[in-house]
């Protein structure tokens, strides 16, 4: 009975309920995504903001270092505000404008308090740093440079050769080169001695003395002596003898030295800096919004999208289902159609899994044609070969029992003979369907080839001799298989007896043991009619035969070649033939190094 599939089940159904529900799903998990993009967005352009900021700012504070004003600091002003994509402007402590990015600045525009101040000798706003690019009379003369790096390149040469160490020749702000190690521990100073790049050079101690004049003045204001100033801008001082009952000097006199160190060294850079400037880092346009509005009219777009893509979903759901589910309905009328006993087809289109599928059935009922085919014939065949034995067995006995024909022992002889070829038949399928089952039993022992073989050629001589035709064996050395020989034998036999039948007087089956590699080979070839190539392909089907006709003589029963196959594939063997018209067939026996070879246990 014909049962239609319920709509809640089908294909179609199906799919679109997983699209509704997937499009929902990646709507909602879509709308989630890109608030928390935004968010994690917004973070990220504050971040990169600030160090937009950081680097303008640094960038600038590096310049009024190395320059003594700002007045060639409009194209570098420029290209940090086209880097960044802000306003950069420069003032005056009094917000009297020195440089702007925008062609046409507008006062009224800039923020209420600047982003920074820019200041070299006062980089740090609460403890008043001087910026260390901030170098002014400290910086070295060229030769001074080209001297000190000479000798700093010879000291890494010497540290690399000595002690296998690279040291690396870095500069500092004011050309002075010095030695990094990579965190090598230090070495004697008496292997590679260097003394020159440990002592200022003569621009450092003029300056250095500058300094420390300076600064002696300061303390000397101050009541405290003058110290020394070392190049590395810390100070000492030889402690000066204490009077009996005198006061000792406090703490606090070493923070005078501090204080006066670092208002000596701004004042010793002040002609070599620009001077202080107010930084104001703006947006453009307006300012840039960093929130995620959710307005009405927003949440009506986010809506309107939504359904569009809800809208989109279910008609191509709708679309790609129909174009799927119309084959599979083919191809269920076309099972329906096989179990009613036909072969149909189906039309196979395109090249997706619905068209192999297709293609697979087609071939699965073209192959259940020529199975039903064979079937039909193996049937008639069958009864065939059955009937004629039967016949014969039954129209001698009517006879004898009608008093024709006397039950002399010619009779019986004959009788017999007719229920030994049905014996066999009878044998021969149960051989083929045992195999055919896999359970075919083989008792494997050690089998001498050449003896086999032997054996087969003496079982079948006197047939051979009574056709005219010549049987010859040849085992090419010392051969042996570990086989079951009944069945090998068996194997053997049948393409013997079905050489023999093929081949005409007169002429000659040989069988031939050979080694070929790891597998054995025996061989049984005929000087017979030999097999077309369209009829070498069916040889081994049963109940087929290249002579149609049933007589003894070469019609045979159609299960020799088969059931000769199925015993060489239960010893995981292989059975092919090969064959010139006219010039006979030649059927190998392919044993694999599992099954030939040394005796195995």
């Known amino acids: 009975m014909r049962r239609e599939v319920p709509l ?118 609460t403890q008043g740093h001087i910026d260390p690019r901030a170098v002014g009379p400290y910086r070295l003369t060229r030769k001074e440079r080209d001297d000190l790096r000479a000798t700093a390149q010879r000291r890494a040469l010497c540290l690399r050769r000595t002690f296998g160490v690279y040291a690396q020749v870095t500069e500092s702000p004011n050309g002075r080169p010095a030695l990094t190690t990579g965190g090598a521990q230090p070495y004697p100073e008496t292997r590679c001695p260097s003394p020159v790049l440990e002592q200022p050079t003569t621009t450092e101690r003029r300056a250095l003395a500058a300094l420390e004049k300076l600064t002696g003045s300061c303390l000397k204001r101050k009541g405290e002596p003058a110290v020394r100033i070392n190049p590395d801008f810390t100070w000492t001082r030889e402690p000066a003898p204490v009077a009996p009952g005198a006061p000792r000097t406090t703490a606090s006199a070493g923070g005078t030295v501090s204080t006066c160190l670092a208002a000596a060294r701004r004042e010793q850079l002040g002609p070599y800096v620009a001077p202080p400037a107010l930084l104001f880092i703006s947006s453009r346009g307006g300012g840039v919004s960093t929130g995620f509005d959710l307005s009405p009219a927003n949440q009506a777009r986010i809506a309107g999208v939504a359904a569009l893509v809800l809208l989109f979903t279910v008609t191509a759901t709708v679309i790609a289902g129909t174009r799927l589910s119309r084959p599979l309905r083919e191809l269920t009328e076309a099972v329906r159609r096989t179990e009613q006993g036909g072969a149909p087809r189906v039309e196979v289109k395109g090249r997706d899994e619905i068209a192999h599928l297709a293609a697979a059935f087609n071939a699965m009922a073209e192959r259940r044609e020529q199975l039903e085919h064979l079937r039909k014939a193996m049937v008639s065949d069958v009864a065939h070969e059955l009937r004629t034995p039967l016949s014969t067995i ?83 050395g010392d051969l042996r298989a570990f086989a079951d020989p009944v ?90 033939a090969t064959s010139t018209p006219g010039r006979g067939s030649i059927f190998t026996i392919r044993l694999p190094a599992g099954v030939c070879g040394e005796e195995q246990g």
């Open 394 to 476: 039954r129209g001698w006995l009517e006879a004898t029992e009608d008093g024709v024909v006397a039950p002399d022992r010619e009779l019986i002889s004959s009788l017999l003979e007719e229920a030994l070829l049905l014996q066999h038949i009878i044998d021969d399928l149960q051989d083929l369907a045992m195999a055919e089952a896999g359970e075919l039993r083989l008792r494997r022992e050690p089998v001498e080839v050449a003896d086999l073989l032997a054996q087969v050629a003496t079982a079948h001589r006197a047939g051979a001799e009574q056709a005219g035709v010549t049987l010859r064996t040849r085992a090419d």
């Open 487 to 576: 069945r090998l034998r068996q194997a053997a036999g049948n393409l013997v007896s079905n050489a023999v039948r093929h081949t005409p007087r007169g002429g000659a089956v040989t069988l031939h043991a050979r080694r070929d590699g790891h597998h054995l080979l025996v061989d049984v070839a005929d000087t017979g009619t030999g097999i077309a190539p369209d009829d070498l392909a069916l040889v081994f089907e049963r109940f087929w035969r290249v002579e149609k006709s049933r007589n003894r003589r070469t019609g045979g029963s159609g299960l020799g070649l088969p059931i000769a196959r199925k015993l060489v594939e239960a010893h995981g063997g292989t059975l092919t």
């Open 8 to 125: 809640r089940r089908s294909l179609l159904v199906r799919l679109l309920a997983v699209s509704v529900l997937v499009s929902i799903g990646s709507i909602a998990a879509t709308a989630w995504l890109t608030a928390r993009s935004t968010t994690v967005a917004i973070r990220q352009e504050q971040g990169r903001a600030l160090a937009d900021d950081a680097r303008v700012y640094d960038t600038l504070l590096g310049y009024a270092a190395t320059h003594h004003g700002w007045d060639d600091a409009g194209d570098l002003v420029r290209r940090l505000a086209a880097d960044t994509g802000r306003r950069i402007t420069l003032t005056t402590e009094q917000r009297t404008p020195l440089l702007d990015s925008d062609a046409e600045p507008r006062a009224a525009a800039l923020p209420s308090r600047p982003s920074a101040v820019v200041d070299p000798l006062s980089a740090d706003a």
